[in-house]
């Protein structure tokens, strides 16, 4: 795991904000099945834009975007039409396992809620958080795209600084859940970014046209990723 700080500077008053917070970089190494996948993204886009709108989370890339139907489908439900998402999901635990050994976190029984991102030529994302609430957990941005691409990170009390990531094709980031991110460089051609979020496993889902909740860890997979 390639550690990422975000830290605030050396605090000159006692009531200073303060933080620490890390990120976790990961680099999916299977060239073949990166770029099937990568193809798939691309061949579903129409499908993903045919399903009903949700909104675009504050992103501003717009109601015709695919970002906009997050939440209406799960990227692994996909796995019977591309087989290497199912690599592609192994990669995502035994990572999150990893992430929470560097910080002596316990591994928890969690769900997944995936989807993901296409931006054209320099299209920005504005920034945005997916979750602040008491029970936020762990997101994570993957680039799908065939060059470096880079997303902006900052700790929410730090309005003018933070850390503009550069991510190689099949970098993985792993942050909590209330940091805001976004994208801000110039970039040509098609930006491909798979996104999750990892929250409590939810035996009935009280909103079940939101989410599409699939299990992400439990104890057998654990044992199997671990």
């Not at 470096?148 to 990531?165: C, L, M, S, W």
Request: charged share 25%; hydrophobic share 30%; net charge negative.
């Amino acid at each position: 795991m390639n550690i990422i700080k975000l830290i605030s500077p050396l605090k000159e008053t006692y009531f200073a904000p303060e933080w620490d917070i890390t990120l976790g970089g990961f680099q999916y190494e299977d060239q073949e099945k990166f770029y099937n996948i990568q193809k798939f993204l691309i061949d579903k886009e129409q499908d993903i834009r045919d399903l009903p709108l949700n909104d675009d989370a504050g992103t501003g890339v717009g109601t015709d975007s695919i970002t906009s139907r997050y939440g209406k489908y799960n990227l692994f439900q996909f796995i019977d039409e591309c087989k290497e998402l199912e690599d592609l999901l192994n990669f995502f635990r035994r990572s999150y396992i990893e992430y929470c050994s560097h910080h002596g976190a316990p591994v928890e029984e969690i769900d997944i809620v995936c989807w993901y991102n296409i931006l054209r030529d320099s299209e920005p994302m504005n920034e945005h958080v997916h979750s602040c609430k008491p029970d936020s957990y762990i997101s994570g941005n993957m680039q799908f795209s065939s060059f470096e691409a880079h997303t902006f990170y900052r700790a929410p009390q730090d309005k003018f600084g933070g850390v503009n990531i550069p991510g190689p094709p099949g970098q993985l980031v792993l942050f909590p859940s209330y940091v805001p991110h976004g994208v801000r460089h110039e970039f040509e051609y098609t930006r491909i970014s798979v996104a999750f979020d990892l929250h409590r496993h939810i035996a009935n889902n009280p909103e079940p046209d939101w989410g599409c909740n699939l299990p992400f860890m439990n104890e057998q997979i654990y044992n199997e990723n671990n």
